[in-house]
């Protein structure tokens, strides 16, 4: 089965800026999209932003303008403007068309003075 990392998180200052990236131990076929979401401690996951096969991207309203999710190292996060609300575990979730449903164990991002 194939392993989802996500690497990048850590310590940053409001005002700050984060790259995570999310790479595979395998190759995965047929991708329809993938998908970045972050749960913080008591609240629900949320969806963060989203990138299909044909490149069209989704994003929460909270981060829109801020991050950008782009196709490198398989998926990619650019985190601008960071605040306190951002902080949260980010995962990396990709789904293909056979039923594939892969996701990471997380990322821990903390924004905070």
């Known amino acids: 089965q194939v392993q989802l990392v996500e690497s990048g998180g850590g310590l940053v200052q409001p005002g700050g800026s984060l790259r995570l990236s999310c790479a595979a131990s395998?190759?995965?076929?047929?991708?329809?999209?993938m998908t970045w979401y972050r749960q913080a401690p008591g609240k629900e996951r949320e969806l963060v932003a989203a990138?299909?096969?044909?490149g069209s991207t989704d994003y929460a309203d909270s981060v829109r303008g801020r991050f950008t999710i782009s196709k490198d190292n398989l998926v990619s996060l650019q985190m601008n403007s960071l605040k306190p609300e951002d902080t949260a575990v980010y995962y990396c979730n990709i789904k293909a068309t056979y039923g594939g449903n892969y996701w990471g164990k997380g990322t821990l991002v903390t924004v905070s003075s």
């Open positions: 990138i299909t096969s044909g």
């Open positions: 395998g190759s995965i076929r047929f991708i329809t999209v």
